[in-house]
């Protein structure tokens, strides 16, 4: 006897609230998008970062440069984050709505 089935629990079950395997893949999916992006931004911006020096005066600007970078990163996360909520709300009421017109019609179709 197994412990799961000590415990009442079928071999197989799923928790209630666990995560489907498609649901983790697209999560996954969606973090290593977010790395590839922010490996691009710090790629162009060391790339840029001695133009944009000696364009301010020398290396004693680097710092100021830097800051100023990290700073704009920083205030900048948590507005993608509020934008990328208010977009995924409304795209699931959008759905949600298009779901609750079509269902009614779909089942006055099958009625005639």
């Known amino acids: 006897m197994s ?3 000590s415990l009442g ?14 649901q983790i893949l697209v999560i996954f999916g969606a973090l290593m998008l ?3 992006l922010a490996a691009l ?10 133009t944009i020096v000696g364009d301010l005066g020398g290396l004693s600007q680097l710092s100021w440069v830097v800051t100023a970078y ?3 990163s920083t205030v ?4 993608y984050g509020k934008i990328g909520e208010d977009t995924v709300a409304k795209l699931s009421s ?6 609750s ?3 009614p019609r779909s089942q006055a179709s099958r009625r005639t």
């Open 3 to 5: 412990a799961e089935q």
């Open 41 to 50: 931004d710090q790629t162009i911006v060391s790339t840029a970062l001695p």
């Open 101 to 103: 017109w079509s269902a």
């Open 34 to 36: 977010a790395m590839l």
């Open 76 to 79: 900048s996360s948590p507005i």
């Open 94 to 99: 959008r759905r949600r709505l298009s779901f």
């Open 70 to 72: 990290i700073l704009t």
């Open 9 to 22: 629990m079928e071999p197989n079950a799923v928790e209630p609230g666990a995560l489907s395997q498609r």
